[in-house]
């Protein structure tokens, strides 16, 4: 039996105060493991904009789920409805979880294992092995593969001598 299931999956997604696992819940029907995850209520942070200091102004209305590396086989989501702060240089900020990229459904630690998989195989066979649509794995691909150039250090690049 795992004695410590829990730190396990804060260490996975690389959650620390005042970000918690609330629960865990495994269904067979579907089947899927689902982490339900809460930030402390009277936990201070910082505005995501300028860093500075912010009032908690509630929570984003909806949940949001996040598809996670798969645990014993059994697809994995993480369920979170993410805090907003009111910062008095920015206004209402949207709060996000340290295991999220903007705006995606996957969690990081999923895309870097996503993106090793594509290295060694074609997408259509990348997406059966990770049980994930290619259009996904595509829009992943893409938006790693930009910024790594987006990045690339074009500075030192001199023009060749003629
Ligand atoms: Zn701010």
């Known amino acids: 039996?795992?004695?410590?299931?829990?730190?396990?999956?804060?260490?996975?997604?690389?959650?620390?105060?005042?970000?918690?696992v609330k629960g865990t819940e495994f269904h067979l029907e579907e089947p899927a493991i689902h982490i339900f995850l809460d930030i402390r209520k009277r936990a201070k942070i910082a505005?995501?904009?300028?860093?500075?200091?912010?009032?908690?102004?509630?929570?984003?209305?909806?949940?949001?789920?996040?598809?996670?590396?798969?645990?014993?086989?059994?697809?994995?989501?993480?369920?979170?409805?993410r805090p907003k702060v009111l910062c008095p240089n920015c206004g209402v900020?949207?709060?996000?979880?340290?295991f999220e990229r903007k705006d995606s459904r996957f969690t990081?630690?999923?895309?870097?294992?996503?993106?090793?998989?594509?290295?060694?195989?074609p997408i259509a066979k990348a997406a059966k092995a990770l049980r994930?649509?290619?259009k996904s794995l595509t829009n992943i691909l893409n938006y790693w593969?930009?910024?790594?150039?987006?990045?690339?250090?074009?500075?030192?690049v001199k023009k060749p001598c003629n």
């Open 47 to 81: 505005c995501p904009k300028c860093g500075g200091e912010t009032k908690r102004y509630g929570y984003e209305l909806h949940e949001r789920v996040w598809r996670h590396g798969d645990c014993m086989f059994y697809p994995t989501l993480v369920h979170c409805r």
């Open 145 to 156: 593969v930009e910024k790594a150039f987006d990045e690339r250090k074009l500075d030192d």
């Open 108 to 121: 990081l630690m999923f895309e870097g294992y996503a993106m090793l998989i594509m290295a060694s195989m």
């Open 93 to 98: 900020q949207q709060v996000n979880a340290p």
């Open 132 to 134: 994930c649509d290619e």
């Open 1 to 20: 039996m795992i004695e410590d299931f829990t730190n396990m999956v804060e260490k996975s997604l690389n959650l620390s105060e005042p970000w918690y």
